[in-house]
């Protein structure tokens, strides 16, 4: 397995520009979650999903961020419109149970201008 | 709020030395304490972890120490290696099927040759 899958690896778009990121999950790891990591607030959690089902959006900032997992081996977060303080390196992350072992993709790198 | 405490920031450890970075936490409900390490520009990735039956858990040059009833916990980097050069989450996921870990700020480790 290629682990966690992410793309881009970095996308540069220009303020109110829809965005949206990718992530390819490890096959039959049923949980993902999608992380944001600043150096202002370290790594938060914006969502995830269990089972394809959104479980907890609470860490999603504000209604221009949305996340889908339309099925197990696919799921999107978008941002739409994109404003610079979105800049960020954004993860995707897959678990398989509640004691195990979280991978992370390689992260895509956001630069909102 | 951040659910865990991490300390300190960042520290600077000559080559042989030892790292020390300290975790807190609040929530009696958590019952697996995983560290992770993340390298410039990857995704972070699992270290080591422990539960909460143990008060000490080693791999190598690396251990945690878990005090239950202080809630606290730590990472020791025995004989630290250039190669440790990273940055260090200690993390935290409570019982009960809820998947989602909780991370510290994270420890920035530049060992020195």
């Known amino acids: ?21 990718r992530c390819k999950p490890i096959s039959g790891h ?22 394809n089902v959104p479980i907890d959006d609470s860490g999603m900032p504000e209604d221009r961020f949305s996340a889908k997992m339309p099925n197990a081996s696919f799921s999107t977060l978008k941002i739409q419109p994109s404003e610079p303080r979105d800049s960020a390196v954004y993860f995707c992350a897959n678990k ?12 895509t790198r956001l630069t909102v201008v | 709020q951040q659910q865990v405490k991490q300390s300190p920031q960042s520290l600077i450890v000559q080559k042989g030395g030892i790292s020390i970075i300290n975790c807190a936490y609040e929530n009696t409900a958590f019952d697996y304490f995983p560290w992770y390490q ?53 993390a935290a996921s409570i019982r009960g099927g809820d998947y989602k870990l ?12």
């Open chain 2, 102 to 113: 909780s991370f510290g700020a994270g420890t920035t480790v530049t060992v020195r040759a």
């Open chain 1, 30 to 51: 049923n949980s993902l979650f999608w992380y944001r990591q600043t150096m202002m607030r370290g790594l938060e959690l914006l969502i995830y999903f269990n089972n």
């Open chain 1, 96 to 107: 398989q149970g509640a004691r195990t072992e979280a991978f992370f993709g390689q992260g």
């Open chain 1, 1 to 21: 397995d290629a682990g966690v899958i992410q793309s881009p690896r970095h996308e540069v778009t220009e303020m109110g520009q829809e965005v949206t990121l």
């Open chain 2, 38 to 90: 993340q390298f410039p520009g990857k995704g972070p990735a699992l270290l080591i972890a422990i539960r909460p039956d143990v008060s000490e858990k080693k791999e190598g040059r690396f251990t945690i120490s878990f005090n239950k009833s202080a809630k606290q916990f730590s990472l020791h980097i025995m004989d630290s290696q250039p190669g440790d050069s990273a940055t260090y989450f200690c």
